[in-house]
């Protein structure tokens, strides 16, 4: 099973959001690193769920991925904002996958939080300058941070 970080912004899908639904699809990923993360998970791997451009930005929740390799279909949806005319139901170039929610953490383990805990070789979230919405965790980092966020 494999790690992942993934963001997203919560007053536009927030952990609370997956919960009511029970999953979501992933949609909307428009950036190619990203995309290539996503088309390398598989059914079963864990993703921390991500609270972005808030204050304060950090990890609020756990999700299993249940499904992969699903077109993006917001890609073909010209009322979209992640509408892309280069793509094609026949050449389609964006991908999502189906997530499913586990559990909220009984607190938010901050950005900040997270850089006093983790250099950005150990955890690329902390990294200054990165925006990318999906990131791949080492197994010794998603360890590492559940304990901090299962600790009291």
């Not at 279909?73 to 929610?101: E, I």
């Not at 690329?124 to 990131?135: A, E």
Request: with cysteine; net charge positive.
């Amino acid at each position: 099973m494999a790690y992942w970080l993934m963001k997203s912004e919560p007053d536009v899908y927030g952990i609370d959001h997956l919960q009511r639904e029970a999953s979501t699809l992933w949609d909307g990923i428009r950036n190619y690193q990203a995309r290539n993360f996503m088309r390398s998970m598989q059914i079963g791997d864990r993703a921390f769920f991500y609270h972005s451009n808030t204050k304060p930005p950090g990890i609020v929740g756990l999700m299993e991925v249940v499904e992969t390799q699903i077109v993006d279909p917001s890609q073909f949806d010209p009322n979209s904002k992640y509408f892309d005319p280069a793509a094609s139901r026949q050449k389609p170039r964006w991908d999502c996958c189906r997530l499913r929610y586990l559990r909220h953490f009984q607190q938010l383990l901050s950005l900040d939080a997270l850089r006093e805990n983790f250099s950005p070789e150990q955890l690329g979230v902390v990294k200054r300058g990165n925006r990318l919405s999906i990131l791949p965790v080492e197994p010794s980092s998603a360890k590492r941070l559940l304990d901090l966020l299962e600790s009291p």
